[in-house]
C-alpha cells in the first residue's frame, strides 16, 4: 500500500507563479524526501527533510514537514518551463523509502 | 562515473518466458533496490539488498527472484513473466548508514509481457 498521498495530482501554472504540492502519510518516518522525474527518465533527489525538522530550504524549493498532522509540502518558487516533471515525496523507515503516487507539474511558458 | 546503469532499456516477453534484469552501480553503494512503476502510481518495492550476497522482500516481491553476487550489481529475475509483470522496473542504490542517504536511480527498464 501507499504510505504517501499528494495532492493535487496533477497542477498546471504558468512560468514565474509559484507550486505548491502536498504529501500526507501514515506512519512515523525518519524522514521525509522529495524526488523529480522527467518523463521517460529516472528519479533524481531533489531534498531531505528529517522528522525533527520542520522546514527547509534549497534553491527554490522549500519544504515543510508536520509530524503532528503526518503531511509535508513542497514549494517551488519561481517556476520555470523545465520544471515540468511528476513530484514524488518518500517516507524513510529504516533501510526502505516508500513513494506517493505523485504529482504532475505542468509550467506553461 | 557513470551511477547507476540498467540493461536493458527496453524489453518484451510472451507470457511464460523467462528474464534477468541488471542493474550496476559503480558508486560503491552497499544498499541496492528494485521497485517497478505502474501508470498514474508511484514506485512500489519489489526486493532490496543491504549487501554483497545479501537479499530481502519489499512491498511486491512475488514473482520476482533477486541475487546480489557482486556489491555493484544487482540482478532481478521474472522465471515466469505475466501479463500484471508489464511495467517499468528501476534500480536504485545508496550508502550505508542511517536512514538520511539518498537513493540514486538508474533510467530504468521498460518491460512489456504479452
Known amino acids: 500500500s501507499q504510505q504517501g498521498e499528494e495532492d493535487p495530482q496533477a497542477l498546471s501554472i504558468q512560468e514565474g507563479e509559484n507550486a505548491t504540492m502536498n504529501c500526507s502519510y501514515k506512519?512515523?518516518?525518519?524522514?521525509l524526501q522529495w524526488y523529480r522525474q522527467n518523463s521517460g527518465r529516472g528519479l533524481v533527489h531533489l531534498i531531505l527533510?528529517?522528522?525533527?525538522?520542520r522546514e527547509k530550504h534549497s534553491g527554490r524549493l522549500r519544504v515543510t514537514l508536520d509530524t503532528s498532522k503526518k503531511s509535508s509540502s513542497l514549494l517551488i518558487t519561481a517556476s520555470r518551463a523545465a520544471d515540468t516533471a511528476s513530484y514524488f515525496c518518500a517516507t524513510a523507515v529504516q533501510r526502505q523509502l516508500t513513494f506517493g503516487s505523485g504529482t504532475q507539474l505542468t509550467v506553461l511558458p | 562515473n557513470a551511477g547507476v546503469t540498467q540493461t536493458p532499456k527496453f524489453r518484451v516477453l510472451k507470457t511464460g518466458q523467462s528474464m534477468t534484469l541488471l542493474c550496476a552501480q559503480d558508486m560503491n553503494h552497499e544498499y541496492m533496490y528494485w521497485y517497478r512503476q505502474d501508470p498514474g502510481m508511484g514506485l512500489r518495492l519489489i526486493h532490496y539488498?543491504?549487501?554483497?550476497?545479501?537479499?530481502a522482500k519489499g512491498e511486491v516481491p512475488d514473482g520476482y527472484n533477486v541475487s546480489r553476487l557482486k556489491k555493484q550489481n544487482f540482478l532481478l529475475g521474472l522465471e515466469s513473466a505475466a501479463p500484471s509483470q508489464t511495467s517499468v522496473y528501476f534500480c536504485a542504490s545508496r550508502k550505508s548508514g542511517g536512514p538520511d542517504n539518498e537513493q540514486f536511480f538508474g533510467p530504468g527498464t521498460r518491460l512489456t509481457v504479452l
Open positions: 527533510i528529517r522528522s525533527n525538522e
Open positions: 539488498s543491504v549487501g554483497e550476497g545479501t537479499t
Open positions: 506512519t512515523s518516518i525518519n524522514n
